[in-house]
């Protein structure tokens, strides 16, 4: 039997602890606050420390503030087990390759949690780019709002990274794996108005010629979680609203204790199940999953230029991105 150890308590862990659950392994959490509660809702197991938890399980599953995983993901590393770690990997580039670096030297499975290549509306519409239904995709739109996380450090952009590290990081990563490899990268973003409400909005301009554009708010006012996207290509366009689609979607308040913090399907397997099978069976032997660690570093490579771009208020130039060796599932 696997056995799953999940680092951290807060409003991710809910959803992720429900998959690894609902698959049928064995689940250990350990966290400074919250363990107890969220094994007493969900099921599992509490270590008592981050040694006992790493000793006990097969998998190391992080659900904690993103400038804390690279440590974490070191400490799983050298303790020989297979990761997942949350989006973003981390806040740098740097960072993320160290523990790219750190993994393989250890011999370990690495995979970013970028649940949205998971979710059904999302998957369909990159199965038709993927057979060519849409032909040469040219224009991608894609918005993106929710609460303002209750959690303090999300404010912090030293440690979240802000709306655009850590929420619209989402859908740049779908961006890229619909449309390619990015040359340049231009950011704006709203100053909060008088309630605390931020907005940015994000262009990529791909390789192929095709253009992205990527809104995110994040609300002081309470508001229901949407996302939407419309994607036009030479032979048709897909479009998405979850606003009109309300089967698909749950509202996704950010709440004190978690429930809202994340749009959950209201109908059929819950995406972060189906991401955690992926990566499962990837690290028993099986194919790799859909997102790798690769993608995990360039989602946070655009991230970064894309904080740069604001900081210079002109846009980013990148390098050309290298075609990504195959991964072998560890």
């Given at each position: 039997m696997t056995t799953v150890g999940i680092i951290g308590a807060g409003g991710i862990s809910g959803v992720h602890?429900?998959?690894?659950?609902?698959?049928?392994?064995?689940?250990?959490?350990?966290?400074?606050?919250?363990?107890?509660?969220?094994?007493?809702?969900?099921?599992?197991?509490?270590?008592?420390?981050?040694?006992?938890?790493?000793?006990?399980?097969?998998?190391?599953?992080?659900?904690?503030?993103?400038?804390?995983?690279?440590?974490?993901?070191?400490?799983?590393?050298?303790?020989?087990?297979?990761i997942v770690c949350e989006k973003p990997f981390a806040l740098t580039v740097e960072d993320t390759e160290a523990m790219i670096a750190t993994c393989e030297a250890a011999g370990v499975g690495l995979f970013p949690a970028h649940v949205v290549r998971f979710f059904p509306e999302h998957a369909v519409v990159h199965d038709a780019v993927e057979r060519g239904t849409l032909g040469t995709v040219a224009v991608q739109r894609y918005d993106r709002q929710g609460g303002m996380p209750v959690s303090p450090w999300f404010l912090d952009e030293e440690l979240s990274g802000g709306i655009i590290t850590d929420l619209m990081i989402h859908d740049i990563d779908f961006a890229?794996?619909?449309?390619?490899?990015?040359?340049?990268?231009?950011?704006?973003?709203?100053?909060?108005?008088?309630?605390?409400?931020?907005?940015?909005?994000?262009?990529?301009?791909?390789?192929?010629?095709?253009?992205?554009?990527?809104?995110?708010?994040?609300?002081?006012?309470?508001?229901?979680?949407?996302?939407?996207?419309?994607?036009?290509?030479?032979?048709?366009?897909?479009?998405?609203?979850?606003?009109?689609?309300?089967?698909?979607?749950?509202?996704?308040?950010?709440?004190?204790?978690?429930?809202?913090?994340?749009?959950?399907?209201?109908?059929g397997e819950s995406p972060y199940q189906t991401e955690m099978r992926e990566f499962l069976t990837a690290f028993q032997g099986g194919p790799p999953p859909r997102v790798t660690a690769a993608d995990g570093l360039e989602a946070v490579r655009l991230a970064e230029a894309a904080r740069r771009s604001l900081?210079?208020?002109?846009a980013v130039t990148l390098p050309t991105e290298q075609p990504a060796e195959p991964e072998e599932a560890r």
């Open positions: 602890i429900a998959g690894w659950l609902r698959l049928g392994v064995d689940v250990v959490v350990h966290s400074l606050v919250g363990a107890p509660e969220l094994v007493a809702r969900y099921g599992g197991e509490v270590a008592a420390s981050l040694d006992e938890l790493l000793a006990r399980c097969d998998v190391v599953d992080i659900c904690t503030p993103t400038y804390t995983h690279r440590s974490l993901v070191e400490a799983a590393a050298a303790a020989g087990r297979d890229r794996w619909n449309a390619g490899p990015v040359d340049s990268v231009r950011a704006v973003r709203s100053a909060p108005d008088p309630s605390g409400t931020v907005a940015a909005q994000v262009v990529l301009t791909h390789a192929s010629g095709c253009v992205s554009s990527i809104g995110g708010v994040w609300s002081a006012r309470p508001v229901a979680f949407r996302t939407r996207f419309e994607v036009a290509g030479t032979g048709g366009v897909v479009r998405y609203d979850s606003a009109t689609n309300p089967s698909t979607w749950v509202n996704g308040i950010s709440s004190a204790d978690g429930d809202g913090y994340a749009p959950r399907p209201a109908i900081a210079l208020g002109e």
